[in-house]
């Protein structure tokens, strides 16, 4: 197996990563609010419930990749692109 080599992300991408975290988190959070306030059996099945249950996924998707962006990035501090982005002070 090749081994994968791992670049550091810039500092303004990680920067817009850990903010759009919270975007995506709570965007997550408030289709599955949506998702279980749907009033009774008879709303279980429709359209509002369907388009809450996409948006969960949807966002559920992104915070995952998201986050496993931000691992990567974490993972990847100690190699020379990393410390290139870094500013000397």
Known sequence: MASKRHVA???RALRQLRRVRSVYLVGALLSLLGL????GPAA???RQAVI???LLGVFTFLLAVTLVQLW????TAHCGTAR???RSV
């Open 52 to 54: 809450a249950a996409v």
């Open 84 to 86: 290139k982005l870094t």
């Open 44 to 46: 279980t099945g429709g």
């Open 9 to 11: 992300l810039a500092p």
């Open 72 to 75: 990567r990035h974490a993972r």
């Open 36 to 39: 279980l306030t749907q009033e």
